[in-house]
């Protein structure tokens, strides 16, 4: 994504989870290009512009989406499941499902785009495959999104102290090295 003048800065180590709060914009941000394209370039080629849009947004999903997964399936909802026994720490097996759910339905994202971009076309079915899938998993992030910040983010911030914090922090920053 571009840098937006005025805007907030992207959060740093030192704020785990505002690191994964910015990457959930970054999500739907990569989200609404995939479901915009699969609705309107329906019955034609990719334009170039497309194209790149719709690239840049699988290789998203590819690297930074798996990234993002791991930092909250491997450092901050264990973490949170040992220091609270509330809807927070019970949401995360949810959670850790809808990633599931979601990783199947990029791979029939990514399988739909790749043959569009590469053959020019889709059949009326594949288009309406596509189109569905994108529909299908952006309504997925946005209950698992809003899940997230609404109940597990701050309650992760109210029950995980600043020692916590600081090495899950360190764990995103060697998983981006």
């Given at each position: 994504m571009g840098i937006q003048i005025g805007a907030k800065p992207d959060s740093g180590f030192d704020d785990p989870i505002?690191?994964?709060?910015?990457?959930?914009r970054r999500i739907e941000h990569?989200?609404?290009?995939?479901?915009?394209?699969?609705?309107?370039?329906?019955?034609?080629?990719?334009?170039d512009e497309e194209r790149e849009a719709v690239e840049a947004s699988l290789q998203y999903?590819?690297?930074?989406?798996?990234?993002?997964?791991?930092?909250e399936e491997e450092s901050l909802f264990p973490?949170?499941?040992?220091?609270?026994t509330d809807q927070?720490?019970?949401a995360t097996g949810g959670l850790e499902?809808?990633?599931?759910?979601?990783?199947?339905?990029?791979?029939?994202?990514?399988?739909?785009?790749?043959k569009w971009i590469d053959a020019g076309r889709l059949s009326a079915e594949e288009e309406e495959q596509l189109a569905a899938t994108a529909s299908q998993i952006k309504s997925l992030y946005e209950e698992h999104i809003e899940l997230e910040e609404r109940v597990v983010f701050?309650?992760?911030?109210e029950a995980l102290d600043a020692q916590v914090i600081a090495a899950i922090g360190e764990e995103f920053r060697a998983r981006r090295q």
């Open positions: 505002g690191m994964l709060v910015d990457c959930h990569f989200l609404n290009i995939l479901c915009l394209v699969a609705g309107r370039a329906r019955g034609r080629r990719v334009t999903f590819r690297a930074g989406g798996q990234r993002h997964n791991a930092d973490r949170l499941r040992a220091a609270t927070a720490a019970e499902s809808d990633h599931r759910r979601a990783n199947e339905l990029h791979a029939i994202i990514e399988a739909l785009y790749r701050p309650c992760a911030a």
